[in-house]
């Protein structure tokens, strides 16, 4: 283990979901109402750290950055490095109607303030990276698997006329692509008379709809581990983001994808993903762009999964996506950032 003593504080504001890791433990703090949990995280970072005697690095997934870090963290004993999962900006122009201009200028400032005590990022891909304009140094490293990693799995045959499909889906943000997914069930089912599509959404809830007489659509509430995994046993295919175009991004690494992998569920996917190479079997990378994925691809990918066994896909996947080999990059990072001229931490 990379790091025998790591644990993670988890700041939340709807209802706790249990984490694991073999690799770090988990703290978890309640913030509530959200607002409360976007202003206040790094007052409450700063006094939870300080009282740690042995902190030698603190890592910060990154929302919207916080001007006050350069006050709070500019005399500390420790590295700090953020984490950064999406490019935050383009979420922000979605999500709200002031004008992307001024959302753009009072992002860049807090940013360009955070910036100045950081000792470095890590980036899940370069398109991120890049777009973080940081002049330190940057990790680029994806998200990886987490445990329970199952090594064996019976993959539910196709037989031409009922596909079940399930899709992970914290909240309904525009860039997770559901109504691409719902648009695309309806065609297919058009163009196949004998096909009945079921589609589970699980993640926040909501009602059972039937956009076409020969497709159900069920928006299902958070499932633990456990549950998720038990639920997506039966399923011929999961789906990840399939939006991000939406923001202006080609790249990412989603946490609902490595979810797939771990579980060796097949799954389609509408983004560039630096750890899963485009010939990979048990993956179908479709287009980034609006309009229905062709029922042409999946209905070739469902005969390639009928096929045979694909134990050695699925190894490949997981061991390029291991939490392994990711914490041993993040730990060389910031063993190459304590020799750094300045560094926070001596």
């Known amino acids: 283990m990379y790091f025998p003593s790591a644990y993670a504080v988890v700041f939340y504001s709807g209802p706790r979901r249990h984490l694991f890791s073999e690799v770090v433990g988990f703290r978890h703090v309640s913030l509530r109402p959200r607002q409360l949990l976007h202003l206040a995280w790094p007052v409450i970072l700063w006094s939870w750290v300080r009282n740690e005697q042995n902190q030698s690095a603190v890592i910060v997934r990154s929302a919207f950055p916080s001007p006050i870090s350069k006050i709070l963290f500019r005399s500390r004993k420790f590295l700090l490095v953020t984490e950064h999962h999406t490019v935050f900006l383009e979420e922000l122009k979605l999500l709200f109607r002031a004008s992307p201009r001024l959302l753009g200028a009072v992002h860049n400032i807090a940013r360009n303030a955070q910036d100045q005590i950081l000792d470095g990022k890590i980036c899940v891909t370069d398109e991120i990276a890049?777009?973080?304009?940081?002049?330190?140094?940057?990790?680029?490293?994806?998200?990886?698997?987490?445990?329970?990693?199952?090594?064996?799995?019976?993959?539910?045959?196709?037989?031409?006329?009922?596909?079940?499909?399930?899709?992970?889906?914290?909240?309904?943000?525009?860039?997770?692509?559901?109504?691409?997914?719902?648009?695309?069930?309806?065609?297919?089912?058009?163009?196949?008379?004998?096909?009945?599509?079921?589609?589970?959404?699980?993640?926040?809830?909501?009602?059972?709809?039937?956009?076409?007489?020969?497709?159900?659509?069920?928006r299902l509430s958070h499932l633990d581990t456990e549950d998720l995994v038990a639920h997506f046993n039966n399923v011929h295919f999961g789906v990840s983001s399939l939006g991000?175009?939406?923001?202006?991004?080609?790249?990412?690494?989603?946490?609902?994808?490595?979810?797939?992998?771990?579980?060796?569920?097949?799954?389609?996917?509408?983004?560039?993903?630096?750890?899963?190479?485009?010939?990979?079997?048990?993956?179908?990378?479709?287009?980034?762009?609006?309009?229905?994925?062709?029922?042409?691809?999946?209905?070739?990918?469902?005969?390639?999964?009928?096929?045979?066994?694909?134990?050695?896909?699925?190894s490949l996947l997981q061991k390029s996506m291991s939490i392994e080999r990711k914490a041993e990059r993040t730990h060389d990072f910031l063993e190459n950032l304590r020799q750094e001229p300045g560094s926070h931490f001596k």
Not at 171 to 187: I, K, M, N, Y
Request: net charge negative; charged share 25%; proline share 6%.
């Open 130 to 218: 890049h777009h973080e304009k940081f002049s330190g140094k940057i990790l680029v490293s994806a998200n990886s698997t987490q445990a329970p990693i199952r090594e064996a799995r019976l993959q539910a045959y196709f037989s031409g006329e009922e596909l079940r499909i399930g899709m992970p889906s914290s909240r309904d943000f525009p860039w997770h692509g559901e109504d691409r997914l719902v648009a695309s069930t309806v065609e297919w089912a058009r163009e196949v008379p004998e096909l009945s599509i079921q589609v589970d959404i699980i993640g926040y809830g909501g009602s059972t709809e039937n956009p076409h007489p020969r497709v159900m659509i069920n």
């Open 244 to 314: 991000l175009f939406r923001k202006g991004m080609e790249e990412a690494s989603p946490l609902k994808s490595r979810f797939f992998a771990a579980q060796r569920i097949p799954f389609i996917y509408g983004y560039r993903d630096p750890d899963i190479d485009s010939d990979n079997c048990v993956t179908l990378r479709v287009s980034n762009r609006e309009g229905t994925i062709p029922w042409s691809e999946v209905k070739s990918f469902l005969a390639v999964l009928n096929e045979k066994d694909h134990d050695q896909a699925w």
